[in-house]
């Protein structure tokens, strides 16, 4: 009977988060379309109301540790839900994301995620995202802020194993730019997919950064055992152990 509670109270934190959207996109479209401040400021809002209603209706906080960045670098992080999008950019002051072409159509988020300068990609066409998003950079046409990238292209559920792709060695040897790595524990409250959202402290933490210069394998290596470590840490903080 408790989880058939706390079931119906997450089926109506999910909905009204989406109404939420649609609301706010509408109050904030003159300004977003004329400034994208005005964008930034309406999906900040966002993620605050997402946080604010997620802690009173399943009891589910939310905590950012670590020092979020300010200056321009690229944000390497572990990505198990929306919920670390959420944490993630609602922390820094300007992020933007490489992400699926497709979203560009998604009513609302699309329209927003391009006008604060996310940066969309075809699948099988991310080397060549990457080249022109690097000359962007490089002539000022790209919008200043932190590039947030997910290294292991989609969600991963906790205690999945999945690769981290070259891509974002890529883009850190390419931009020249500090990479500060990210590790979650979001996913074992915020599913995946699904309705239910458990109870307790998701948790995403900013770890120390790893300064430009280092060979791309050697950066794979060191971003993977920083995040893998770093959310194995918070998973088991959570009660979930990752190692089964």
Same mark, same amino acid.
């Given at each position: ?117 996310? +940066?969309? @990609?075809?699948?099988? *066409? %991310? ?6 998003? =690097? #000359?962007? $950079? ?47 524990? +979001?996913? @074992?409250?915020?599913? *995946? %997919? ?6 307790? =402290? #998701?948790? $995403? ?40």
């Amino acid at each position: 009977m408790r989880y058939a509670i706390h079931w119906f109270w997450s089926l109506l934190f999910v909905v009204q988060m989406y109404l939420a959207m649609a609301v706010l996109a509408v109050v904030f479209f003159p300004w977003a379309l004329v400034s994208r401040r005005g964008a930034l400021v309406a999906c900040k809002t966002y993620c605050r109301w997402v946080r604010w209603t997620a802690g009173w209706m399943v009891g589910l906080r939310t905590q950012v540790r670590g020092t979020p960045p300010t200056d321009e670098v690229v944000i390497a992080a572990k990505h198990q839900s929306f919920l670390d999008i959420i944490l993630i950019f609602g922390a820094v002051p300007a992020g933007k994301f490489i992400m699926k072409r497709e979203l560009m159509w998604a009513p609302f988020l699309g329209q927003y995620a391009l006008r604060i300068g996310c +940066v969309p @990609v075809d699948r099988g *066409k %991310r080397a060549q995202a990457i080249r022109q998003m =690097v #000359a962007d $950079v490089a002539r000022g046409a790209a919008e200043p802020g932190q590039l947030i990238i997910y290294p292991q292209g989609t969600r991963i559920a906790p205690g999945v194993k999945a690769p981290y792709k070259v891509g974002s060695a890529v883009l850190y040897t390419e931009l020249g730019q500090d990479c500060v790595p990210v590790a979650t524990n +979001v996913g @074992v409250f915020w599913p *995946k %997919r699904g309705i239910y959202r458990k109870p307790g =402290v #998701a948790v $995403v933490e900013f770890l120390p950064r790893i300064e430009a210069g280092l060979r791309k394998d050697a950066f794979l290596k060191r971003l993977e055992q920083d995040v893998e470590e770093g959310s194995d840490r918070l998973m088991a903080e959570a009660g979930f152990d990752a190692r089964h």
